[in-house]
């Protein structure tokens, strides 16, 4: 089974010059977006943060998994018991 992996939070950098853009980067420096303003930037940054919790909150991920495993330990019961059958 593969793990959850959620989205991750961004963060901005700040340009070098004046004329530079605003790069949304995550944990690991990979650049998500650009934006000219520090207001976009941020307004962005606070968007994507927000949604990520929405979409993927943490506390569920557990919940999931256990789910998931139970399902497929019906799975595997149901199969046994038609293998039983036709047999």
């Not at 004329?19 to 303003?37: C, D, T």
């Not at 495993?69 to 036709?86: C, F, P, T, V």
């Amino acid at each position: 089974m593969s793990s959850f992996k959620p989205y991750k939070e961004l963060s901005i950098l700040k340009p070098e010059t004046d004329q530079g853009m605003f790069k949304l980067v995550n944990s690991s420096g990979s650049v998500y977006a650009e934006a000219a303003s520090e207001e976009d930037a941020y307004r962005l940054a606070d968007c994507w943060n927000a949604c990520r919790k929405l979409f993927s909150p943490a506390s569920h991920i557990e919940a999931t998994d256990e789910y998931v495993l139970r399902l497929e330990g019906l799975r595997k019961d149901l199969a046994a018991q038609l293998r039983e059958i036709s047999a």
